[in-house]
């Protein structure tokens, strides 16, 4: 194996784990949220539900049967995305937390 395949394949390797790192760690998003505000409330079942998701691919890519089942659908793909999703939403996070502030303000 020449240099640059190894090269590529320790490269994917680390982005697979750390992306794999990212999907199982959503607390983080929870944090500083508040759970009763109108913006917050949203916020935690989008949160619950993409960690619902999340597991649910992982369960399937374990549970599954290429025998029984036929060809593996594309999870990793399917991970990739949902790491993109993570992604966008710790960006989206600070603002949710600005707004949900000033909604706890006002209650």
Do not use: A, C
Not at 29 to 37: F, R
Not at 52 to 78: A, Q
Request: aromatic share 4%; hydrophobic share 35%; charged share 25%.
């Amino acid at each position: 194996m020449d240099t640059n395949k190894l090269h590529s394949l320790i490269k994917q390797t680390v982005n697979e784990e750390l992306l794999r790192e990212g999907l199982t760690d959503l607390e983080i998003l929870h944090n500083n949220v508040s759970s009763s505000t109108m913006v917050g409330k949203p916020w935690f079942r989008l949160i619950q539900s993409l960690e619902s998701v999340i597991d649910e691919v992982k369960d399937f890519s374990t549970m599954y049967s290429s025998r029984i089942h036929g060809p593996l659908p594309n999870t990793h793909e399917t991970s990739k995305k949902l790491g993109e999703i993570v992604r966008l939403l710790m960006e989206i996070k600070p603002t949710i937390i600005s707004i949900d502030d000033i909604q706890k303000k006002d209650i």
